[in-house]
């Protein structure tokens, strides 16, 4: 089946831009997660989505990083007002928390977003 | 909160050889251990993982270890092939308390023909 997918693929953006980031989870997967992967790095844990429950925002970097999920499928990351710092591949991953392997995370391909 | 290190940064063998990735974790209560295969361009994908009631696990040519007394687990590549060269992460997490993973900053593995 489709996996998980997210767009744009790359974005180039001046500082003090704001960007939208969107992921496309697997279908009826009811858990969400956001990562940022700077050059040379492990992945760094941003926000977490599961089903109805008030989101786990206690990765967000900054206030100007944000997130929200509709309709429990879709999510878009927000930055406001990017800095070169922001600079990063954007990873998107969900799992299916009811089903036969929970635990297991299933990637994005990312968004490489580069700011100028 | 968590914290992961991962050891080496990078990793070169010849073909055939083995590979031996090790990560430490801070937090005692972490009961579940995965380690993420990443390829150049590509998205990370699980290649295996350990629960903290097994001591080892084996899949084919690769095996993940666990000390839980001394709080490090080991990624353990055998007969490596071209093919295995990636970055691999190491991830450790608290279940079912939680969902989320806290990464290693992964090692590179170069496998020569």
């Known amino acids: 089946g489709a996996g998980v997918s997210q767009s744009p693929s790359n974005k180039v953006t001046e500082k003090g831009k704001d960007v939208e980031l969107r992921c496309d989870p697997i279908?009826?997967?009811?858990?969400l997660y956001w990562y940022r992967q700077s050059l040379g790095q492990g992945l760094e844990f941003l926000i977490y989505?599961?089903?109805?429950?008030?989101?786990?925002k206690s990765g967000l970097p900054s206030d100007r990083f944000s997130a929200e999920r509709t309709g429990g499928s879709v999510s878009t990351l927000t930055i406001q007002r990017t800095q070169q710092e922001d600079s990063a591949v954007y990873l998107c991953?969900?799992?299916?928390?009811?089903?036969?392997?929970?635990?297991?995370?299933?990637f994005g391909p990312g968004t490489r977003l580069t700011v100028l | 909160g968590e914290n992961v290190e991962q050891h080496p940064s990078t990793l070169s063998v010849q073909e055939g050889d083995s590979a031996v990735i090790k990560c430490t974790y801070s937090?005692?209560?972490?009961?579940?251990f995965p380690w993420y295969k990443q390829e150049l361009g590509k998205r990370p994908q699980l290649i295996i993982d350990?629960?903290?009631?097994?001591g080892e696990k084996k899949d084919q040519r690769i095996a993940v270890t666990l000390n839980k007394t001394a709080k490090h687990f080991s990624l353990h590549i055998t007969e490596t092939q071209p093919e295995d060269s990636a970055v691999y992460f190491c991830?450790?997490?608290?279940?079912?308390?939680?969902?989320?993973?806290?990464f290693g900053k992964g090692t590179m593995l170069l496998v020569s023909p």
């Open positions: 991953a969900s799992s299916d928390l009811a089903g036969v392997r929970p635990d297991t995370q299933y």
């Open positions: 279908s009826g997967h009811t858990a």
């Open positions: 989505f599961q089903g109805n429950s008030a989101p786990d």
């Open positions: 937090d005692s209560a972490s009961n579940y």
């Open positions: 350990i629960r903290s009631n097994v």
């Open positions: 991830a450790a997490s608290i279940k079912p308390r939680y969902s989320t993973l806290t």
